[in-house]
T-cell receptor
């Protein structure tokens, strides 16, 4: 069965620090999709990125970047120059071709001014 | 115009009552879902529904039943509410058949409190 592990339960940084959120996944499928979602204090779930298993190219979007490494089954998320507004719970998720999306336990990021 | 909308946003009720949460999506998506988020923030899928095919997570009690009058709606009905049902319930939708290969679009969540 598919599984997603976010070992970091909580991370606290000071504004402008860089921070990396780890995500390790398990799957037997060769075709799968990885996601990151953000849940700010207001409670909604905000989609950040989707990656398919055939595309290991890293991605950068502004201060956000993602490192996908199949060799270590990891899909880590880095925020550069963190800001207070980045404070949220971040979820990594995995879906296989015929299974529903399963989420990791989430990492609560607190960015202090 | 909200893509996935849920009502009510907040629901407080007594143990033993029956309640429903409604969900509507205007994205033309084929598949809809219900997720439960507990107090520790764990997000767990409860149901997925596509073209009248219902996939139930085996851990969901049969007091929970999804009802889909049409492709754009998936309501969640809960019988005989228990304290442990207190959680935030998220509705979501995705394009394509069951198997979320694309982005899930979530509603804002419905916070259920059972007293």
């Amino acid at each position: 069965a598919q599984k997603v592990t976010q070992a970091q339960t909580e991370i606290s940084v000071v504004e402008k620090e860089d921070v990396t959120l780890d995500c390790v996944y398990e799957t037997r499928d060769t075709t799968y999709y990885l996601f990151w979602y953000k849940q700010p204090p207001s409670g909604e779930l905000v989609f950040l990125i989707r990656r398919n298993s055939f595309d290991e190219q890293n991605e950068i979007s502004g201060r956000y970047s993602w490192n996908f490494q199949k060799s270590t089954s990891s899909f880590n998320f880095t925020i550069t120059a963190s800001q207070v507004v980045d404070s949220a719970v971040y979820f990594c998720a995995l879906s296989e071709a015929h299974n529903d999306m399963r989420f990791g336990a989430g990492t609560r990021l607190t960015v202090k001014p | 115009d909200t893509a996935v909308s849920q009502t009510p946003k907040y629901l407080v009720t007594q143990m033993g009552n029956d309640k429903s949460i409604k969900c509507e999506q205007n994205l033309g998506h084929d598949t809809m879902y219900w997720y439960k988020q507990d107090s520790k923030k764990f997000l767990k899928i409860m149901f997925s529904y596509n073209n009248k095919e219902l996939i139930i997570n085996e851990t969901v009690p049969n007091r929970f039943s999804p009802k889909s009058p049409d492709k754009a709606h998936l309501n969640l009905h809960i019988n005989s509410l228990e304290l442990g049902d207190s959680a935030v319930y998220f509705c979501a939708s995705s394009q394509g058949p069951q198997g979320a290969t694309g982005e899930l679009f979530f509603g804002e969540g419905s916070r259920l409190t059972v007293l």
